[in-house]
């Protein structure tokens, strides 16, 4: 399933910050592709490394910051044009509105936080890999889980794929979200305790979990 749109309340701002993200995360790929035979260094550079996390130690090819820094670098990292454009996609399906609820500086501040609680997840489920965690992914679940809380009416137009065929439908925001998330939780547990790279999903269920207790919390807060 992959949302081509929404339709929940109109928004009231520009984006500004959903906008800028995207920008960011596309531009960071390009310079990531003009690096050519030195891409790999610049990944396991910036992005970041469960086992650096843990041991407080930069192994050389290391930056000029605080190891925990990749935390927020690792997410404006890519590793391939379908890996950039499927977050963005999301990002740009969904963020949009929860920027506009949260208000800009929130929703900044809220993606940057489900995307380190993404990394640390990832980090807590295997911290002695030594290949780095790189993606917006996580810091998108929690933009995720943060639609779910406010918009679960809303309706996602949605291409559907079913065995080699596909169609355009709409899906309720609540079980486009809810599936999404089932299915994370459950490759992650049958792939629980492989290494030597791939998808981050733990890291997808930590940034949704962090997203869904600060949308609860700041729920609190209004009332």
Not at 102 to 113: C, E
Request: aromatic share 14%.
């Amino acid at each position: 399933m992959i949302p081509i749109s929404d339709y929940p309340p109109p928004r009231r701002t520009t984006p500004f910050i959903m906008l800028a993200l995207v920008a960011i995360s596309t531009l960071v790929f390009i310079f990531e592709m003009a690096l050519g035979a030195d891409l790999n260094r610049f990944l396991f550079s910036y992005g970041a490394i469960p086992f650096e996390i843990v041991h407080g130690r930069d192994i050389s090819p290391t930056i000029p910051f605080p190891v925990y820094f990749t935390l927020v670098t690792s997410m404006f990292l890519h590793g391939s044009i379908l890996h950039l454009v499927g977050n963005m996609l999301f990002l740009w399906v969904f963020g949009d509105n929860v920027e506009d609820s949260l208000g800009h500086f929130p929703f900044l501040i809220f993606y940057l936080v489900c995307g380190v609680a993404a990394g640390l997840t990832q980090i807590a489920i295997s911290p002695a890999e030594r290949i780095p965690v790189i993606g917006a992914s996580g810091a998108i679940a929690g933009v995720l889980a943060a639609y779910l809380v406010l918009f679960p009416r809303a309706q996602v137009r949605t291409l559907l794929f079913i065995g080699p065929f596909f169609t355009l439908t709409r899906l309720s925001a609540f079980f486009l979200i809810s599936f999404w998330i089932a299915v994370q939780v459950a490759i992650g547990i049958l792939t629980l305790g492989e290494s030597g790279g791939g998808v981050a999903y733990f890291a997808h269920i930590g940034g949704f979990l962090a997203g869904i207790l600060i949308m609860y919390l700041f729920h609190l807060k209004k009332e």
